[in-house]
């Protein structure tokens, strides 16, 4: 048995947040923004907006584009920084519920990369006739945890959700062909929320999300072009097999770098961040709907995902569109 992305969904709270609004908010300037990151606008919730409220809504639309039902899903994985709560009940719980489903349920904690490690983990289980439909969701309310007055990474981030359903199929031509996934604690302080874990906890203001970017942007480049270079080689593969490359959307200058160290031209680079900015494990499903939508992405075409975030955590997937 091989397991294949069978649909796939996305959900972005209304409101926009643009540069020039965040002109007013914190010492930076459109200008700045956009050289540096290729960022124009990001969405952001409402108050009363969580993480469970963006998965779920991404997940009706990814049940909708496979014409099945919540009850057919066997399983569901969640893959966010931005949990409707600290340790317990998972948001995956919360959004099984809100499907009005009872079934396995997990988190899984994997930053920017957690998309591609609950692929892995989709995969995992069908390959071993565990399940037949899996529900993976990305989803963030990064708004939540950034810190508004610091303008090195408020400018960055932004809300959204995506799902996919992967699901067991005989037929190989569809399967997901390769996932490398990875992570080097040595670099956890680089990408770190150290107020919000019992480390540290109320003994700290540090409660919001802290970074060393330009440290960061570095290990990003090198890490991602050695793991899309490994995954393309060991599958016999060049970066002109490649019809899509689907990147993590963090900064377009990382994007641009990793597709160069594999020949991908601009045309096959997915480009989603000057939208939605940095959405975290959202990123890469709502990049891959957004294509598909557009009638871009079809049937069969190959793709190359990657990502990079706190851990640090990276990977790269290899497979066709279905
Ligand atoms: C964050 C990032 C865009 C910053 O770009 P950079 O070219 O590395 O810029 P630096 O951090 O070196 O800062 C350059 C200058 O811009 C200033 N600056 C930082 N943020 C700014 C902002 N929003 N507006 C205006 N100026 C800003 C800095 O203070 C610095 O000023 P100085 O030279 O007077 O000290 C870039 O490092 C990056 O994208 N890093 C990786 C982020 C990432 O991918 N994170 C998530 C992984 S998933």
Redesign the pocket.
């Known amino acids: 048995m091989y397991a294949k992305l069978k649909s796939i969904g996305a959900y972005v709270p209304d409101k926009i947040l643009t540069n020039k609004d965040l002109e007013k908010i914190v010492d930076?300037?459109d200008e700045?923004?956009t050289k540096?990151?290729g960022i124009k606008t990001r969405h952001i919730v409402e108050d009363n907006e969580v993480t469970s409220d963006l998965a779920y809504m991404a997940a009706l639309n990814a049940l909708e584009n496979a014409e099945m039902s919540a009850e057919e899903i066997d399983m569901i994985i969640v893959a966010t920084i931005t949990p409707d709560y600290f340790a317990m009940p998972s948001t995956a719980c919360i959004v099984a519920q809100k499907l009005g489903i009872v079934r396995p349920a997990v988190d899984i904690s994997a930053a920017?990369t957690g998309f591609i490690y609950t692929l892995a983990q989709a995969k995992a289980f069908i390959e071993s006739n565990m399940y037949k439909n899996i529900l993976i969701i990305g989803a963030e309310t990064l708004s939540k945890i950034i810190n508004w007055k610091d303008?090195?990474t408020c400018?960055?981030f932004g809300d959204g959700a995506g799902a996919a359903i992967i699901s067991a199929t005989s037929n190989k031509d569809e399967a997901i062909i390769d996932i490398d996934i990875n992570a080097d604690g040595k670099y956890s302080d680089f990408?770190i929320t150290p107020g919000r874990g019992v480390k540290y906890g109320c003994e700290t203001n540090r409660t919001w999300l802290e970074?060393k970017?330009?440290e960061?942007?570095k290990v990003?480049v090198k890490t991602l072009s050695k793991s899309v270079t490994d995954i393309l080689k060991r599958n016999n593969l060049t970066g002109e097999n490649i019809d899509w490359f689907v990147p993590?959307q963090?900064?377009y200058r990382?994007i641009d770098a990793v597709a160069k160290t594999v020949q991908i031209p601009k045309e096959k680079c997915v480009l989603t961040v000057q939208k939605y900015g940095?959405t975290s494990s959202a990123s890469i499903p709502m990049a891959i709907n957004e294509m598909v939508q557009k009638g871009k992405i079809k049937k069969g075409d190959l793709m190359l995902l990657d990502a990079?975030?706190g851990g640090f955590t990276w990977g790269s997937a290899l497979l066709p569109f279905y």
């Open positions: 930076t300037n700045w923004i540096r990151t920017c303008r090195t400018v960055l990408l970074m970017g330009n960061t942007f990003a993590h963090a900064n990382i940095n990079f975030g």
